[in-house]
């Protein structure tokens, strides 16, 4: 199976989660973060791409390019990319985002009008960007109709192509029939993005792996619009469960969301819940009542209580040997 490159959207698609009010600071912090965490790419901007910041989709707190500079000077490895949607995106904010740095443009259309992102496309192309076709809305077309409009991308010069889930509707076998008419009929790598509105977006993605998907979307805490999108750290997390070749790191991905959780959001009122601690109970696989002795362990012996968890899902302790993790966490601190 070839790695898998991940894309976090935590800095566009979570732009509705905040009214699109992120500042500089939040772009800065977030971006260090992913970057820290070796995340491949990421996405910023408003929530409706290049120019949507508008009366109709929302106005940004902070204008757009300002946003995406600051990523640019955060990234030290990452990519970063932003979103266009032709009707909204022009020609002319592409030459803008290539003069900041920006290495990556995601053109996006519903899924039966990829035809409108041909001169998008093909420029974004001649300008020396990494281009990724966007079909949305992929549940409202046969699989068909979407391999149709996935080759019309393909034959404007796209370097990979999505299927996007955008309102979260698709089932595994949904994602799986078509990625995997994708991987058939393309010479280009595929790419999925999955929304949470059913509660699907692990296993989608998941699905889309299977049937020969690289490029895979998620954000921090599943930040997004909607229920969100793949929680980063969530599907980083499953993927090194099952073996799945990756650049993110598991530890850092999780830092990174607790940073947004704890701290960027508190502003603007937005709670995302704290799935950090049992996101690494089922990781590990160990029982449910251990983390407040790992916890409780590493704080006595100075070491990280997911170091703990992790060599006690190792170990195979079970309920009742509570007492086995601070012995974990002894060991763990003379290394």
């Known amino acids: 199976m070839s790695k898998i490159i991940i894309t976090d959207t935590t800095l566009r698609d979570g732009s509705h989660s905040v009214a699109h009010r992120f500042t500089i600071n939040d772009v800065t912090r977030v971006v260090s973060a992913l970057d820290s965490a070796n995340v491949d790419i990421i996405e910023v901007g408003h929530g409706d791409g290049l120019a949507g910041s508008t009366a109709n989709y929302g106005f940004s707190a902070v204008p757009e390019m300002d946003l995406i500079k600051a990523a640019v000077q955060s990234a030290k490895n990452s ?191 937005v709670h995302l819940p704290a799935i950090q601690d049992s996101l690494m109970l089922g990781y590990a696989g160990v029982y449910s009542s251990f983390m407040l002795h790992a916890k409780r362990a590493a704080k006595r012996f100075n070491v990280d209580y997911r170091d703990i968890i992790v060599e006690a899902g190792r170990r195979e302790a079970v309920g009742g040997q509570e007492d086995w993790l601070y012995e974990i966490a002894e060991e763990l601190s003379k290394k």
């Open 79 to 269: 990519k970063i990319a932003t979103l266009l949607l032709p009707g909204i995106g022009t020609v002319p904010d592409l030459e803008k985002v290539k003069d900041l740095g920006v290495k990556v443009i995601r053109v996006a259309t519903h899924v039966t009008e990829a035809d409108i992102a041909h001169e998008h496309i093909e420029v974004a192309k001649k300008m020396g960007f990494f281009v990724v076709g966007f079909l949305m809305m992929a549940h409202r077309a046969k699989t068909e109709r979407v391999v149709e409009e996935a080759q019309k991308m393909e034959s404007y010069g796209a370097d990979v192509v999505y299927a996007t889930d955008s309102a979260g509707a698709l089932l595994p076998k949904g994602v799986k029939e078509r990625i995997s008419a994708l991987k058939s009929a393309l010479k280009i790598p595929v790419g999925f993005h999955s929304h949470n509105n059913l509660g699907l977006a692990i296993g989608n993605s998941l699905a889309a792996i299977d049937a020969g998907a690289t490029y895979i979307d998620g954000s921090l805490g599943g930040l997004g619009a909607g229920a969100g999108n793949t929680p980063t750290e969530m599907l980083v997390g499953v993927m090194e469960r099952a073996g799945i070749d990756k650049n993110a790191n598991f530890f850092k991905t999780i830092d990174a969301s607790s940073l947004v959780r704890n701290e960027v959001l508190e502003p603007y009122g």
